[in-house]
């Protein structure tokens, strides 16, 4: 079992800076790809960025250039680095792995979430 918990969301106006943290904990040998993904009332869960572990990153197109994703693998924490910051980017932003666990296979956890609010 792995527990995902993130921290550093918040209130912030437009134009601001944020940086979530997800630290993992539990039974696992590997973290594999680590993503953040984000829901806003009333849409659809979306991919922010994914991280994979040997350091290859993707971002979605609305925050390509302002967010930046980067994982300690020491500490077992993916991190997500969100400038420039704008209204349309209030959600609740989710940590999300795949990590091999006991005794030999992979599967996928989520986060609790935690809200960013981004005020004009």
């Known amino acids: 079992q792995v527990q995902l918990v993130e921290s550093g969301g918040g209130l912030v106006q437009a134009g601001g800076s944020l940086r979530l943290s997800c630290a993992a904990s539990g039974a696992f040998f590997r973290l594999n790809t680590m993503s953040w993904y984000r829901q806003a009332p009333g849409k659809w869960r979306e991919l922010v960025a994914n991280?994979?572990?040997?350091?290859?990153?993707d971002y979605a197109d609305p925050v390509k250039g302002r967010f930046t994703i980067s994982r300690d693998n020491a500490k077992n924490t993916v991190y997500l680095q969100m400038n420039h910051l704008k209204p349309e980017d209030t959600a609740v932003y989710y940590c999300?792995?795949?990590?091999?666990?006991?005794?030999?296979?992979?599967?996928?956890?989520w986060g609790q979430g935690t809200q960013v609010t981004v005020s004009s």
């Open positions: 991280i994979t572990s040997d350091g290859n990153t």
């Open positions: 999300n792995t795949n990590a091999l666990v006991p005794p030999i296979l992979t599967r996928e956890y």
